[in-house]
């Protein structure tokens, strides 16, 4: 974003990907982007509390195309797909979704993406930031089975918010009020192909609708747009106000290669009792039954609102020392508290504990406290 008379104007260059709604995105008034799985992501329309309001109660249009899938594919698809992630995939019906972890061979979290079961032998993983096609096609190469490893063309967007229902019910017709959480239609948007959803990464009631042809982005776009209006749709940023309340996690970081799920409550992705052998099985093992020596907590910070994004991991003390650091900061206007996500030594990971966040404008008081933030149940998006 280099400056042009004290303005700034947004350059994209050749090296990073675009999705195919790109040019939606920028007629649409997007003013920043991220890179994210090396592609050009959305950041910011209007305001980031603005852009949440509407979110909470409305329904707004996200482009996620960023979530890249890899596709597992063959005969051996569903023991491939099987040796990759901890959980048991047995108990994930062919038209439904889970929520998975990969693990490597020390039990390190490599993503946490969405498994789609398409097919008995077929799968899509829609992932979050990290090169996990490079490591299932290396996984691949001296497995043994029958199994292909492509990344299809295939691109999600969002549609998020109470009045999501009626937009998509307008485009595909009643059948998609009958998903349920986390299951899949396979369907089309006026003859553009197109797999439907109860997914997505606000905690509020949503779908993807992930396009399967990607000549026709901006066309898809403008169709949602479209059945949209009556219901005042309207594109936003991923929220991060609204996945940090409902305790959404963040690949790169709230979690990295170097945590495993225990530390970060997702240890019930883990089936060590699963008949199929997994890479990281006997790692996880001795972890759980050892125990972690660290936890990702939640925080609620003290004091006026901190409006500041968490473009650094700032310290958080105990008794004036350093004993970890922040992952993620928001402000919620609808709990009005200032929330976050910390990383801190097992023994301090109590609810109720009292510790220190050390804050540019000085130390702030803050306490451990349960996550979700909202929604602790997670009710809101099944219903």
Known sequence: MPPNDGQSTLYFGPWYRKSPFFEATLRAGAKAYDIYNHMYLPGLYTDPFEEYWHLVNHVTLWDVSVERQVEISGKDGLKFAQTITPRDLTKCEVGQGKYVVITDETGGIINDPVLIRLEKNRFWLSLANSDTLLWAKGVAVHSGLDVDIVEPD??????????????????????????????????????????????????????????????????????????????????????????????????????????????????????????????????????????????????????????????????????????????????????????????????LAKLGTELAVATPSGDRPAKVVKKPFVDPKKDLPKS
Not at 233 to 253: C, D, F, T, W
Not at 306 to 312: C, D, L, P, R, S
Request: glycine share 10%.
């Open 154 to 347: 295939v691109s999600p967007l969002q549609v998020q918010g109470p009045k999501s229902k009626q937009v998509m019910k307008d485009l595909v017709g009643p059948e998609v009020l009958d998903l349920g959480y986390y299951y899949f239609l396979d369907t089309d948007i006026d003859g553009i192909p197109v797999v439907v959803t109860r997914t997505g990464w606000t905690a509020e009631v949503g779908y993807e609708v992930y396009l399967c042809d990607g000549s026709r982005g901006v066309e898809l776009w403008d169709r949602i747009m479209d059945a949209g209006k009556k219901y005042e749709i309207r594109p936003i940023a991923p929220s991060e106000i609204r996945r940090i309340e409902a305790g959404i996690l963040n690949y790169g970081s709230d979690m990295t290669l170097e945590n495993n799920p225990y530390e970060v409550d997702l240890g019930w992705l883990v089936d060590l009792d699963k008949k199929a052998d997994f890479i990281g099985k006997q790692a996880l093992k001795r972890i759980k039954k050892e125990g972690v020596r660290r936890k990702l907590v939640g925080l609620e910070i003290q004091g006026p609102p901190i409006h500041a994004w968490a473009t650094e991991f700032w310290d958080v003390q105990s008794h004036g020392k350093k004993v970890g650091h922040l992952t993620a900061l928001t402000y919620s206007p609808r709990l009005e508290k200032n929330l976050a996500y910390a990383w801190v030594p097992i023994g």
